[in-house]
T-cell receptor
Framework: GAGVSQTPSNKVTEKGKYVELRCDPISGHTALYWYRQSLGQGPEFLIYFQGTGAADDSGLPNDRFFAVRPEGSVSTLKIQRTERGDSAVYLC?????????????FGPGTRLTVL | GDSVTQMEGPVTLSEEAFLTINCTYTATGYPSLFWYVQYPGEGLQLLLKATKADDKGSNKGFEATYRKETTSFHLEKGSVQVSDSAVYFCALSQSGGYQKVTFGTGTKLQVIP
């Protein structure tokens, strides 16, 4: 079946602009995660959804970042007033559940470049 | 907070050489430990995992043993292939609740023929 998909694959924007990044999880997966991977680093947790609600948004760096998952499936990560430091690959993952044995499946990521 | 430290790369090996990538962690309690792999142009994939002390995770010829006494989870493979060239990430998640994953910085492996 289809894996996690993310659109766009690449996004170039100018400092100060607003961007939206989309994630389509694997069908039936209730848990959804966003991570950010800066160049030369490992992914860093941003936010986790269980169903429609954000169960943990402790990784969001500041209030310019916001994510939604209104119907418990597709999620959108929204970044306002982008800064050059926001440039990174944004990864989405989904899992069937949240128990100890539940594997996270990652999408290919969206590479965001802020000029 | 939780953290993962892994050896820096890049690591360059000849085909059929033995591979070790060191990984140590700092965490409270009894986390689950993982190795993820990112092949060129592809997304992160789970390579192997171990959920309790002394467990050995294995997949595709790779192995790692959960050592609580040394807080380590070193990745090994007896004979690497060119197709193993990738970036490898050591990671952990706390048990219970959900699996927010904490990653190391990654180690790039290049295997030359």
């Amino acid at each position: 079946g289809a894996g996690v998909s993310q659109t766009p694959s690449n996004k170039v924007t100018e400092k100060g602009k607003y961007v939206e990044l989309r994630c389509d999880p694997i069908s039936g997966h209730t848990a959804l995660y966003w991570y950010r991977q800066s160049l030369g680093q490992g992914p860093e947790f941003l936010i986790y959804f269980q169903g429609t609600g954000a169960a943990d948004d402790s990784g969001l760096p500041n209030d310019r970042f916001f994510a939604v998952r209104p119907e418990g499936s597709v999620s959108t990560l929204k970044i306002q007033r982008t800064e050059r430091g926001d440039s990174a690959v944004y990864l989405c993952a989904s899992s069937l559940g949240t128990g100890k044995q539940s594997e996270q499946f990652f999408g290919p990521g969206t590479r965001l470049t802020v000029l | 907070g939780d953290s993962v430290t892994q050896m820096e790369g890049p690591v360059t090996l000849s085909e059929e050489a033995f591979l070790t990538i060191n990984c140590t962690y700092t965490a409270t309690g009894y986390p689950s430990l993982f190795w993820y792999v990112q092949y060129p142009g592809e997304g992160l994939q789970l390579l192997l995992k171990a959920t309790k002390a002394d467990d050995k995770g294995s997949n595709k010829g790779f192995e790692a043993t959960y050592r609580k006494e040394t807080t380590s989870f070193h990745l090994e493979k007896g004979s690497v292939q060119v197709s193993d060239s990738a970036v490898y990430f050591c990671a952990l998640s706390q048990s219970g609740g959900y699996q927010k994953v904490t990653f190391g910085t990654g180690t790039k492996l290049q295997v030359i023929p």
